[in-house]
């Protein structure tokens, strides 16, 4: 009884990234695919489309809309800065929700995933402890409701560690009694680059699907599992050390083929190899020492708060008409 | 949209204090009501079995199997007398599960009812953070669990306020997904009398019942509703200042009484009342104001945590023969 | 090793509860105690200038100035009305500073007083910890620092009962090394009423004193110990359970002489009794039985959260000509 | 008004990287440093003292006592390995007071360096959190104190950027109002690899020394500006992302020279370069992009409160001889 099981809700990769490594095999022209970006000089935002199975596959994600927000300085702590990225971010979300024919009645059922307990995995139940909470009134009052607002419920299930339950069991469970329209499910994120982490959001019409390994038995929480369909909004929070290494070898082959040809005499077969290969090298010797771990930024504590507060702020003003799309800071704490 | 629904969690009266005062109006021996008592230095241990309805109605509570575990010295954080009360508490509830037919295989899912950030209504989900899960195990690995266990999953389904779903129906749906053979539900319980706060466990295998008024068409934790035995288990944290002033009225009646036979002469009218009537004159003068607070103990943090612990370690220790019951505070961090 | 003495900072009587009291024995004219009150929809703003040692000892308070906002309504999570008590606040504080002598250019101490592990008692380390410090760049980088900003430094020392030295000497100790113009002292604080509780802030210039008993070698944080002036800021966050028994009988009997003329026959020598003896009275039946509690609101984690945020986002506004006193909230998080 | 002065107390190197690192240039016997190991299956505990100028410039630290115990085992969340270890600090630490010159009845203060708020580095605040503090029995009631116990004290004196005040200015004030006879001053350290991150605690009598930098007129918690002697007692709780880069590297060619001895092949120039010169270069290409962040394992929350357990617990039975050093665990909740 010694395995550890709780780390569920850090494992997806980032869109955006699994893009750029397949763009280095592709080229920029992936069939199937289609991305579109806008940039201004904090954010940029970027919207892809895969719509074929060859795309999903070329990417190595699966077919679905994607957009991902990259604010990298995000992490000052400039909460003017943050006030912005909400505002974008429910600007983003609410055309998202009629594109994939959500109307402005449609029941939200909000799910945040991950631990309480354990920081960096506390974007998910962090969320859902500050996002406006209205079905209640719906069911109990009716009548009272004020115009602009549609009933939306929230729910951090916890993780399958502290539980003993599947936590898509228990969604699943709450989606057939309360029967919401759709489900959104926050997460925490595992990122290929440190610089992602806590600067990136992504979001996403292909609910969340859990990694291979002990999980491969374990349901996901998708459209064809919970009935309705499943918004997935994730935020990179955690790195591998792997990952640091590997990406930062990366920048340093960058780094000096800018100032010589020279680089295998610097850099050895290291240069010539595909990343992936490096990548494989790197945890070779990472793993068995027990030194792969998933590590965070220190300021984590303060990160997370930020972000989750941008996220329900975001989301209370693109899910309620009532609420100011630009002003959505003041209906938060 | 204003309304406070979010009290959900605190409104059971102990089985106990129903029964005094039930007993004011019918001596001792009410009929369909057994009681019996246990009682060392530290603790008093009372059972109750109401096996009537006739004796439900004189006591107002429900008919069912009672235990009240009355521990006056519990808030003064002697870390000693808390192990001996978990230990205590695992030596009544074991053998209460058997009486009611639930077998020493029989799957368990622990229910942690409140508010995890309103502390003195955060008992439930503390119980829940610390109590040990296993029932992944049987799921996952089955062959690999040591005897001496059983199935066991927790959650911490939040309020009707911040979740916007009734907590039963969120619990019915991880009932049907899940399949346990029992619910455990614990809950914060509101009390007549300031001393029994933080200083009271009671278990009851009736269930969980929302309270009357806003709430009246709410279903309640019971096995009519998820088709389990129900298992309740609370703990007084709080108080209404109503009730501190009334009961404090009834002592400073009783305590003259014991040095003047003219009580009538010190407390005219108020003597000579039915402790009901006062209380309601009591509540008319509060009410109107916004006085009638529901208040807490000043040292209500350390109080829940200890006691959450304590409750932890009883249940680990009750629920696993593996675990043993002379020692229970070694499982519980 | 077994006496409490932990409860240092929950023990200051508001000067207006204790002027409400001795105005009952004085009528309303009490030389040397000068009284201005101005009242809007939602506050209530009284100043009081006790200028003699006569007076003080009419009030049972030093002489001094001593400011109350009392806003009924504060419990209700209001955001808006949080804003504009802050903004209060800091139009009451700014002049309150220049006219006991302490010019812009002062420089502040703010000591959070109180233990951050007690929630009702957590006042003064939540403020510390949202108030904004910059004497730090006055010392390190001098030409770098913006006008309109003063030097102001903040420390929690904790309390007696877990840092094993008194407060007072650790405030004095850091007086003497950092040096400021003036120290502000921030500190939960018993009521008489429970209406109080959490909806009232006293400023005063008569510095912190030590209750008598346990404590009463105890030395103070006030001018003539520490050197420099010392503004205190208090709320009452918590309330004896005997205080709220007698300010309802008290209520019950204002109650009833509005409807009849024989309150003598309802509440019999209560009735007659002075406000004190009956406070003793309920003592002496209260405090043997160990239920004279310190007792606090159930909601008391929001409450010292918004009024935490209310203080601190109001400091900052009043220390620095910078931050816009009409719109405060904006600099604090 | 915009840099960080906040990573006070996240600086400092362990003296046993440091000598590993000088050991690489001078071969095992360093003159001046005396060394001594002694392990079991599951700690290694390493003396060193340096004796001379010369030692400490060899390595790169101050002349002193120190102790470092390595527990690789530590994260696992093993309860009895914590006991074990927190036992196993008791018996360094006892005689490590009395080889300096400090006897039984020596009054310690305890100081928790650090910020609350940012869970890496809480390690100080939570200890102090934890301790047994006893100075105000001594001084409120001395002939009540039980023999066994010796006068503690602990402040936890915040960090400069949340208190505006030099850290070791407050210490200096506290020691001058309290006049302790010893510090003992608590931190968490950077680590030069991640796999000492919480799993190594270093003993040092020499105080503690802010690092160069912005810092560089900043005074440290030493003898020499306190008066009295200071222990530090230092966790490693985070690392830089370039040292988990460049101690992978490290690794990597250490990993394949015992499988070929064509390394130059795979590494290039990097095969061949001096550790130093590489860390350089990896610092070179993360710091302009802001990617060279401190980071801290994912599971950050419980590993610090397991580590400021076993210090507290250690201390508690270091400290006074009533406390059993073999059951160390029963005097710490």
């Keep these: 009884m010694g395995i550890d099981l709780s ?22 022209a992936i069939p199937g695919v289609h991305t579109e970006a806008l940039e201004d000089d904090d954010m940029k935002v970027t919207k892809m489309h895969i719509s074929t199975a060859e795309g999903g596959q070329a990417v190595g994600k699966l077919p679905g809309h994607y957009i991902t927000i990259e604010v ?19 600007q983003e979300f609410a055309p998202f929700l009629q ?16 631990n309480n307990n354990v920081t960096p995995d506390a974007l998910g139940p962090l969320v859902v402890e500050n996002v406006m909470v209205t079905r209640h009134y719906f069911e109990l009052m009716p009548d009272q409701v004020s115009p602009g607002y549609r009933p939306v419920s929230a729910v951090a299930p916890g993780v399958l560690g502290t539980t003993g339950i599947e936590t898509s069991e228990i969604v699943q469970g709450i989606v057939e009694k309360s029967r919401p329209d759709f489900v959104i499910a926050i997460d925490a994120l595992a ?9 990136t959001i992504q979001i996403a019409d292909t ?33 591998y050390a792997s990952t640091i290494v590997n990406s930062t070898m990366d920048m340093m082959l960058g780094h000096f083929k800018n100032q010589t040809s020279k680089t295998d ?38 990160f997370i708060e930020d972000i989750a507060n941008i996220i329900a702020s975001g989301l209370n003003a693109a899910l309620h008409d009532a609420i100011d799309q630009d002003n959505v800071a003041a209906y938060t704490h």
């Design 7 to 28: 780390m569920y809700s850090v494992r997806t990769d980032l869109a955006l990234e699994a893009k750029e490594m397949a763009s280095g095999r592709y080229g920029d």
């Design 72 to 90: 990298p300085r995000l992490r000052e702590q400039d909460s003017d800065l943050q006030d912005r990225v909400a505002t974008r971010f429910a």
């Design 99 to 114: 594109r994939i024919g959500l109307g402005k009645e449609a029941k939200a059922l909000i799910i945040g995933l991950g």
């Design 191 to 199: 990122s290929r680059a440190l610089e992602r982490v806590n600067t």
């Design 207 to 239: 609910g969340i699907h859990p990694g291979s390994g002990v999980g491969n038995k374990r349901k996901g929480l998708t459209q064809e599992f919970l009935g309705v369909p499943v918004i997935a909004i994730g935020v990179p929070t955690v790195v």
């Design 265 to 302: 005499q610097i850099f050895g077969m290291l240069d010539s190899m595909e990343e992936n290969e490096r990548l494989q090298l790197v945890k070779e010797v990472l793993d068995p020492v027990g030194h792969n771990l998933l590590v965070t930024p220190k300021d984590i504590d303060q």
